[in-house]
């Protein structure tokens, strides 16, 4: 069974920085689009980046400048380095791929492959 396993979230000041990793098993998703949602209380999950398989790569207005996605496709894994942080990107992160897709979707109907999230926590 192929899973997505979510790490480095935490509680970080406002203006500081986290990286997100996500490790995919089971499966490689090499040649496919992989990307990043959140969702804050209350809210609905929102897309933040994602990555093409040939490294084209989309973002959200609101993190443009601030967040770069990448991946290591040797490793299997997914990466979001998230600078200059604000307390509206407080949020639990998840990570996504689509196991016959290689564009780079923004909806969460363009993947089909979920992890269970991790926290990251920005305060003022």
């Known amino acids: 069974q192929v899973q997505l396993v979510e790490s480095g979230g935490g509680l970080v000041q406002a203006g500081g920085s986290l990286r997100l990793s996500c490790a995919a098993s089971?499966?490689?998703?090499?040649?496919?689009?992989m990307g990043w949602f959140r969702q804050a209380p209350g809210k609905e999950r929102e897309f933040v980046a994602s990555i093409s398989w040939s490294g084209f790569t989309y973002y959200v207005e609101s993190v443009k400048g601030r967040f770069t996605i990448s991946r290591d496709n040797a490793k299997n894994t997914l990466y979001l380095q998230m600078n200059s942080l604000k307390p509206e990107d407080t949020a639990v992160y998840f990570c996504?791929?689509?196991?016959?897709?290689?564009?780079?979707?923004?909806?969460?109907?363009?993947?089909?492959?979920w992890g269970q999230g991790t926290q990251v926590t920005v305060s003022s």
């Open positions: 996504a791929a689509h196991s016959s897709r290689s564009y780079a979707g923004t909806a969460r109907s363009d993947y089909n492959y």
């Open positions: 089971g499966r490689t998703f090499g040649n496919n689009a």
